[in-house]
C-alpha cells in the first residue's frame, strides 16, 4: 500500500485547510486509517483516526471540535478538514493505514503499518 498525503501549505491563524491523503496498491476500504504530525523538535503525535466505514472517530483534545476526519472508500481517500487552525498546529502530517480490516479507530502510532510521505502545514500568528 502507497499513501500520499497533499494539501498542506502555510495559512493565517483562523483559516482553514483540508487534507487528502490518496492511497493505491491495494484496497483499503476495510483499514482503520489515521492522521499524525509532527512538530519541529518533537515527536509524532496522534490527531485522529477512523474506522473503515467512517462511522467511529477519535480525535486529540487540542483539535476535538475543530478537525474533522473522513473517508470516501470508492476511491480511497481520506481526508483532513483543519478549522479554525492554530499556529501550534504547524507541523508535518502523516497519513496512516492500519491493515487489520474492519477494526476499531486506533491512536498509538505502532498500530499503523503504512505511511504517507508527509504534507507540512504551517500556521502563522
Known amino acids: 500500500v502507497q499513501l500520499q498525503a497533499f494539501g498542506g501549505g502555510l495559512v493565517q491563524a483562523g483559516d482553514s485547510l483540508i487534507l487528502s491523503c490518496v492511497a493505491s496498491?491495494?484496497?483499503?476500504?476495510?483499514?482503520?486509517m489515521g492522521w499524525f504530525r509532527q512538530a519541529p523538535g518533537k515527536d509524532r503525535e496522534f490527531v485522529a483516526t477512523t474506522n473503515w466505514s467512517g462511522t467511529r472517530t477519535y480525535y486529540t483534545d487540542s483539535v476535538e471540535g475543530r478537525f474533522t476526519i473522513s473517508r470516501d472508500n470508492t476511491k480511497y481517500i481520506m481526508f483532513l478538514q483543519m478549522n479554525s487552525l492554530k499556529p501550534e498546529d504547524t507541523a508535518v502530517y502523516y497519513c496512516?493505514?492500519?491493515?487489520?480490516?474492519?477494526?476499531?479507530?486506533?491512536?498509538?502510532?505502532?498500530?499503523?503499518?503504512?505511511w504517507g510521505q508527509g504534507t507540512k502545514v504551517t500556521v502563522s500568528s
Open positions: 496512516a493505514a492500519d491493515p487489520r480490516g474492519y477494526g476499531q479507530p486506533r491512536r498509538g502510532r505502532n498500530e499503523y503499518e503504512y
Open positions: 496498491g491495494r484496497a483499503t476500504s476495510s483499514y482503520v
